[in-house]
Structure formats: C-alpha cells, structure tokens
C-alpha cells in the first residue's frame, strides 16, 4: 500500500512511522503547513523533520508555503474554530490533492497522534475529503503511543515544539501565565 502521511512535525512522526513500519507499511512523508508560525519555527520543524527522514531512510516530500497572511486573513473571525475549520481542512485537502494526482492509494496525518488535537473532528475532515476524492484515509490512532514517541524523539535530541504550531495556539500555551500576570498587576 503506497501511503502519503500529512507530517506536522518530525516529534509526532517518529510513533506514526515506527507503528506503520511494524505494520510493513512505508509512509511517504508529506510536510505542509502554512499555518506554523512565525517563519523560524517553520523552518526549525521543517528542517528538524528533514533531517530525521535522512536518518531513518524515510522518502520526504516539501510542499513549501508559508502562508501567515493567508492564514490570518482565514481564521482572523473565527480564531477558536481555526483547526477544524481552517487548519485541518487546508493541509489535509492538499495533501489529499497530491496523493490521488501521483497515485497514492491512501494518506494519514500525524496529527492523529496528538492528545491535544481535536481528534474527532480532525477524523471527521479525514473521511470527509476521502470520501470526495476516492482515496482512502488510513485511520490509525496513533494516540496511545504519543508518550512513547514524545521520548524517543527527545532521545534522539529531535527539536521539541512548545505549541501546536500558530500564533494563536502559541498564545494559548502562555494563557494561564498571561492571567497570573494580570492578577499580580490588579
């Protein structure tokens, strides 16, 4: 089965891969993501993500974009709902759009192996665009081993993310620091 995995990030990948791997499943991985801002976080994941396909012999597809315009102009009135109305739509459907035009039989996402995505409706999205390609969607919940592969990713000294990838996802990671700081200023 010849697969396109959607690859947010080489941390969430190592899991998605060595579980596919065991599977004798070899993903092609697939990194686009105009929503990672601001440019040197794009740049330090995507380059960390290059750098671990070399290392593991894994195929590495760049669909270079960095998009903050065309992102905040997309989730600016609706900030909350921007992963499963902005996010998971526009990386999902692009990488849907390169595999059915170069003869995937099948994408994933290793979105699928964080606890702090939406998983639900990112499944949803998932289904969805196959459904309205014809391409399969391979479901795996990668979930249960995202610890695991949060500490080989360390081991390996892989550069380790602070937040999902967005300005506004990097503004929720210091909320409850933000409400300390205005309760001590009060």
């Known amino acids: 089965m010849k697969v396109l995995m959607h690859t947010c990030c080489a941390p969430c990948s190592?899991?998605?891969?060595?579980?596919?791997?065991?599977?004798d499943i070899e993903p092609t991985l697939?990194?686009?993501?105009?929503?990672i801002h601001p440019y040197i976080e794009?740049?330090?994941?995507?380059?960390?993500?290059?750098?671990?396909a070399k290392r593991i012999d894994a195929e590495l597809i760049l669909k270079e974009e960095y998009g903050l315009d065309e992102f905040c102009q997309n989730v600016s009135n609706d900030i909350r709902g921007r992963c499963v109305n902005y996010c998971y739509p526009k990386r999902l459907s692009e990488t849907v759009r390169f595999a059915v035009e170069n003869g995937?039989?099948?994408?994933?996402?290793?979105?699928?192996?964080?606890?702090?995505?939406?998983?639900?409706?990112?499944?949803?999205?998932c289904e969805?665009?196959?459904?309205?390609?014809?391409?399969?969607?391979?479901?795996?919940?990668?979930?249960?081993?995202?610890?695991?592969?949060?500490?080989?990713?360390?081991?390996?000294?892989l550069y380790m993310q602070k937040y999902c990838?967005?300005?506004f996802s990097e503004e929720e990671r210091y909320q409850t620091q933000i409400l300390k700081d205005k309760e001590g200023l009060s």
Do not use: M
């Open 42 to 52: 794009y740049k330090t994941r995507r380059d960390c993500l290059r750098d671990y």
């Open 30 to 35: 697939f990194w686009y993501n105009p929503n």
């Open 104 to 125: 995937y039989d099948a994408f994933t996402t290793t979105l699928l192996v964080s606890p702090y995505q939406k998983h639900e409706e990112l499944k949803k999205v």
């Open 128 to 157: 969805r665009l196959a459904k309205e390609s014809g391409i399969e969607f391979l479901y795996r919940d990668f979930r249960i081993g995202f610890r695991e592969g949060q500490t080989k990713a360390r081991e390996l000294g």
């Open 165 to 167: 990838g967005c300005i």
């Open 14 to 23: 190592v899991y998605c891969i060595d579980s596919l791997r065991a599977e």
